[in-house]
């Protein structure tokens, strides 16, 4: 659980880093270091009425404020930012 309350319509997403795996399971690194966009959302503000805590959600590559909490990165960002749920 995480100790921040977005406001608003705002959303915390922690950004996920999803490995790429050959056939044979050996993991590649990104060697562009770009910014991934897809996220899990951690919470939400009172006003963001779409996402729920836990939805897996696609947003813009160069959306949201950059945070660290005890270690882990997120973004935080206005609910309008993000592109769409994944089911």
């Given at each position: 659980m995480v ?18 795996k050959t ?17 899990i959302v ?46």
């Open positions: 100790n921040f309350k977005p406001t608003d319509d705002h959303v915390l997403v922690e950004v996920q880093n999803e490995e790429q056939a044979s399971g050996l993991i590649v690194p990104s060697a562009t270091g770009e910014k991934k966009n897809i996220g951690r919470a939400k503000g009172d006003n963001a009425g779409d996402v729920s805590v836990n939805d897996k959600v696609v947003f813009g590559k160069f959306k949201g404020e950059e945070i660290e909490l005890n270690g882990v990165k997120y973004l935080v960002m206005r609910e309008l930012e993000i592109a769409g749920i994944i089911e």
